[in-house]
């Protein structure tokens, strides 16, 4: 990815920054920075677009993003909608890889946390475990000083050696941070977001991001590492993942709800993407759900 570079503010009295965020449009557009990002979603969802892959985000989730990894986070319209303070909640934390000095990793009581740091590039998932320790943990952060805020970093990033995480890009992936880029591809998304269950011509997409179409396509798939096609199935996928999750609908509706104009290829296009059939993939969250819950 070619994300537009941003410069954390840093505050003189703190060797990492710690917020919380009330409001959905923080720094909502493609972007990336030298620092480590570590969020807990206390209340909020939608999307999260980093490296070359699209997650779904949720209330709980506790995610690390490694540095100069490019990343998005799309709320989901109901939050712009209702736009009151409080109705996400977000505790998000930027430290340097070396904030805490050159050595201090390469302690041997430290090869847990040296591996959560080294692996963050991938960026990390931490989902429907330690929900209550991370929430305390998370207000404790926030509300620190002097050098309990170092220990409480270092517990939360310990949660990651213990847990069983789920990483969001392989690890052969490395962030492109040689060229300063403009907000092109934030445009882009931002478009397929609005309209990818029309059925949306090459050429207005291009027309949108200033190209010709054939120019268009050697551009997305040059910065995205997938073709414009792909992205736009996974688009149609992931939505229709969300309506078979939430809802009790009728999945030849949802086919044609996310944007497919016939139920085979959607059937096709949704096992090529999840592995699994609808119906399938319908179940096996249902049966996870219930083992969550006992």
Known sequence: M???????????????????????????????????????IEKGAGRLYIGNKIINFQDGDMILIGSNVPHYWKFEDKYFEQYDA????????HFGEKFWGESF?????????KTVIQTSGQGILLRNKFKTETAKLFNALHGAINTERILYLLQVLLLFAKAEVSYMMPVSYKPETTRFVNERISVIYDYLLKNFKN??????????????????????????????????IELKIEYACKLLIENNLNIKYIGFESGFNNLASFYKNFKTVTGSSPLSYQKQFNVSNKTTAA
Not at 15 to 38: A, G, I, Q, T
Not at 86 to 93: A, H, K, S, Y
Not at 204 to 221: E, Q, S
């Open 105 to 113: 990793l390469n302690l041997p009581e430290n090869r847990a946390l």
């Open 199 to 232: 059925n949306i011509q090459l050429v207005d997409v291009a027309g949108i991001a200033g190209m010709t179409p054939n120019a268009f396509c050697r551009y997305f798939k040059a910065a995205t590492g997938k073709k414009y096609s792909q992205i736009v």
């Open 86 to 93: 409080g109705i996400i909640d977000l505790v998000v934390v």
């Open 2 to 40: 070619k994300p537009k570079f941003l410069k954390l503010s840093t505050d003189p009295v703190y060797s990492f920054s710690c917020r919380r965020d009330k409001m959905p449009n923080v720094n909502n557009y493609w972007h990336c920075h030298p620092e480590l990002e570590l969020i807990k």
